[in-house]
């Protein structure tokens, strides 16, 4: 199993996909916030570079691609393990 820096190498930031699970958004008045209390969701997601840079090489952040959910941030090591233990699956779009 590759690690999440050598399919990036690979297929290019822009082109990956992870489907991983995540808590949906709620809104209260002009709060924005997830609850543990709702059930882990998988939602397709990509990379993105708001917050961390990937050159970096130190956290990687993810944003659903469905707008009722929100954006994620991982350790890259986090990340490469949630992958080989199948708890995030990735997808290259070619």
């Known amino acids: 199993m590759k690690d999440i ?4 190498q690979q297929y290019g930031v822009e082109n990956l996909r992870l ?3 995540m808590h949906p958004l709620r809104k209260a ?3 924005t916030y997830t609850s543990s209390n709702d059930p882990l969701i998988p939602v397709m997601c990509k990379i993105v570079e708001d917050r961390y ?3 970096d090489n130190y956290k ?7 707008e009722a959910f929100g954006k994620e941030s991982f ?7 949630l992958i080989r ?3 995030v ?3 290259a779009e070619l």
């Open 5 to 8: 820096q050598n399919l990036i």
């Open 89 to 91: 699956r990735v997808f």
């Open 75 to 81: 350790y890259i090591s986090d990340l490469n393990h």
């Open 85 to 87: 233990d199948k708890q």
């Open 19 to 21: 489907m991983i699970k």
């Open 29 to 31: 008045f002009f709060i």
């Open 60 to 66: 990687i952040e993810v944003k659903s691609e469905n």
């Open 53 to 55: 840079k990937l050159k």
